[in-house]
Nanobody
Framework: QVQLVESGGGLVQAGGSLRLSCAASGRTVSAYVMGWFRQAPGKEREFVAGISWSGGSPNYADSVKGRFTISRDIAKSTVYLQMNSLKPDDTAVYYC????????????????WGQGTQVTVSS
């Protein structure tokens, strides 16, 4: 199994920045695709960003494109989500997830999930 451990969530003012981290362990993840999802109260879980461990084909939801950047550190088996110009609409629980080989923006296709971390954007 793959374990995913998130960190970096918190409270930030509108216009501010946060960087979320998700460290993977338990198996080699070199062939995995990582995704970030978020879920706000009363809303469906939505795709935010995704990347392969090789760094290929990063992709973003339109709502975050140009503001968020997904990246990874292969040596540390860690994926990051740099969030800039945060808006109140970005407030949600953010989850990292993993699946083997093939990229997807469908949460149902991901096998492994982190515990979620709360991001709250005020004002």
């Amino acid at each position: 199994q793959v374990q995913l451990v998130e960190s970096g969530g918190g409270l930030v003012q509108a216009g501010g920045s946060l960087r979320l981290s998700c460290a993977a362990s338990g198996r080699t993840v070199s062939a995995y695709v990582m995704g970030w999802f978020r879920q706000a109260p009363g809303k469906e879980r939505e795709f935010v960003a995704g990347i392969s461990w090789s760094g290929g084909s990063p992709n973003y939801a339109d709502s975050v494109k140009g503001r968020f950047t997904i990246s990874r550190d292969i040596a540390k088996s860690t994926v990051y989500l740099q969030m800039n110009s945060l808006k109140p609409d970005d407030t949600a629980v953010y989850y990292c997830a993993a699946r083997p080989y093939l990229p997807s923006n469908d949460a149902l296709r991901y096998n492994y999930w982190g515990q979620g971390t709360q991001v709250t954007v005020s004002s």
